[in-house]
Antibody, heavy 124, light 106 residues
Framework: QVQLQESGPGLVKPSQTLSLTCNVS??????????WSWIRQPAGKGLEWIGR???????DYNPSLKSRASVSLDRAKNQFSLMMSSVTAADTAVYYC????????????????WGKGATVTVSS | IVLTQSPGTLSLSPGERATLSCRAS???????LAWYQQKPGQAPRLLLY???NRAAGIPDRFSGSGSGTDFALTISRLEPEDFAVYYC?????????FGQGTRLEI
């Protein structure tokens, strides 16, 4: 049974870079049948998709983040990571990592396994 | 694709039927639409995918319908544990997007 767990600093200063890691257990991030996503949720608000990466290393992002986000794979550790530069208070949120399914004919599919979330506060 | 959910809040009693709506600003390709349930302090939980397919372990009182731009989630007989926030989510186009949520309250 696949499980995901986010980790990283809970407090980041404005203008600095947010860095989070998602540890994947019970499955491999090199599986061609999946992609790996980051989603965030400000307190009391809805969900916003940040970006994702495939086992191939290809990635895509939400243009609303204006190229500040980057997702990478660490195959040796079976982890994937999020880096978000030039953060402001508006980036304060719970950050979730999630597994999505990928079909070579259909393309990216639904996300079915989520981590519990990591709270990140941007403040000086 | 912008997803608009209605109503914003739905007040019902256990045993009643709930119908939640999700309207897309453009056609959701391949009915690539999912529904999630989220309770306070928890991650979203996948309920339905491809508009009407129940995820593993989801009770059959949850059902989904729709295609194109109009989708619905129906809970046939509300149980106390069903009171939560529900999000629709389209994964057919990038960027993936979520609706703003419907709060289902007792």
């Amino acid at each position: 049974q696949v499980q995901l767990q986010e980790s990283g600093p809970g407090l980041v200063k404005p203008s600095q870079t947010l860095s989070l890691t998602c540890n994947v257990s019970g499955g491999s991030i090199t599986s061609g049948s999946h992609y790996w996503s980051w989603i965030r949720q400000p307190a009391g608000k809805g969900l916003e998709w940040i970006g994702r990466i495939y086992a191939s290393g290809n990635s895509d992002y939400n243009p609303s983040l204006k190229s500040r986000a980057s997702v990478s794979l660490d195959r040796a550790k079976n982890q994937f990571s999020l880096m978000m530069s030039s953060v402001t208070a508006a980036d304060t949120a719970v950050y979730y990592c999630a597994r999505g399914h990928y079909d070579i004919l259909i393309g990216p599919y639904y996300m079915d396994v989520w981590g519990k979330g990591a709270t990140v506060t941007v403040s000086s | 694709i912008v997803l608009t959910q209605s109503p914003g809040t739905l007040s019902l009693s256990p045993g009643e039927r709930a119908t939640l709506s999700c309207r897309a600003s453009q056609t959701v390709s391949g009915t690539n639409l999912a529904w999630y349930q989220q309770k306070p302090g928890q991650a979203p939980r996948l309920l339905l995918y491809t508009a009407s397919n129940r995820a593993a372990g989801i009770p059959d009182r949850f059902s989904g319908s729709g295609s194109g731009t109009d989708f619905a989630l129906t809970i046939s007989r509300l149980e106390p544990e069903d009171f939560a926030v529900y999000y629709c989510h389209q994964y057919g186009s990038s960027p993936m997007t979520f609706g703003q949520g419907t709060r289902l309250e007792i």
